[in-house]
């Protein structure tokens, strides 16, 4: 079986010690792709750098301002983030949106950074790896439809139906990490049953959102086929059958040649 974990963090204090080893348990499991995914500037570079030094892995960056680090970033998109962007082997721009759960950065500041770096994304082509946590409202009030990326994902995905439908329409994915898995997640659960699987990615968002039965412990790449367990288990087909299909979502979002 082979896996993709479409959005992950080995580019993070947590991970990035000991990256060789990550990625060697990640080949293990039969994960023979990752999204490394940008938060801020430097770790945006890192995760370009990384994706160079650990080419083997099948490791691909994604670079952006997550909504957390929107006040690193108060004046429109950054000169260095626009050359990251640019860079051929960037797969997307992200993870970029808004975060009223925590509100690490103000809201004001959250939804300009959001709106430079969408804006830009949008000038480039760009897909988008969307992040948004208890602000869908301001979400889709800010995606206007010059503003609206033609491949997009909602990653980390705990919205509502509704707003599992809008994206579906608007041809975006949806990525589900370990959160699915959670026993609290039923609503979630009901959601992914409705969903296409070819609109699916699955994530494992690590170091964080630790999946069922490890939850509690730092989250790893190599994690990743539990959330395909579960979205197997969810849709009541097989394992293999959910693995294929989401290597095909994967290789069709992120414009990879299958293989
Ligand atoms: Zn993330």
Redesign the pocket.
Known sequence: MKYIDS???PNSADLRNEAAAVFERARAAGVLKMGV?G?DLADSLEAVEMSRTYAEYGLFPVVGV?PHEARTMPDGVAPELMELAKLPEVRAW??IGLDYYYDFSTREQQRSCFVAQLEAAKALGRTV?F?VRDAYDDFWELMTPERTPDNAVL??FNGGEADAKRALDLGWKIGFTGMITFKSAQTLRDIAAKLPLESLLC?T?SP?MTPVPFRGTRNEPCNVPLVYRKIAEIKDIGLDEAAEQIWRNNMEFWGFEDN
């Open positions: 959005h992950c963090h995914i938060g997550h992200g993870e790896v992040h990653h980390c994530e968002d964080y």
